[in-house]
């Protein structure tokens, strides 16, 4: 189980965009912890040729680069900050992830 899934309301911890807030679009995972891509954070220009048979014009384009899964943390509605999750077993054998601060259960569905 992983402590932070894609949909996951995330903050930026570390890094150039310290502070700024998004969703998880998709977890990219690899042998040293995984990166993210988060909406509105790490953005990067990237110049693409554009390809007149398809139809793609060229330019500079705007998009999310990866981060990595250290430098953020899950929002909590209920603090307004970003912050560390942990792992618990429910009685009824259900493995949920829960906030360390204040003992609440992130996804309960």
Known sequence: M???KKGDD??????????????????????RGGRALVDNACLIKRH?????????????IEKEAPIHMSN?????????KGERVGFKT??????????VSNGEVVDLT
Request: charged fraction near 30%; proline fraction near 4%.
């Open 90 to 99: 429910l009685k009824d054998g259900r493995k949920v992830r829960y906030f």
């Open 72 to 80: 953020l943390a899950l929002y909590n509605p209920a603090s307004g």
């Open 10 to 31: 995330v903050v930026v911890i570390a890094g150039r965009d310290k502070g700024k807030r998004g969703n998880v679009l998709r977890v990219l995972k690899d042998e």
């Open 48 to 60: 693409t040729r554009g390809n007149p048979k398809s139809g793609e014009s060229g330019g500079i």
């Open 2 to 4: 992983q402590r932070i």
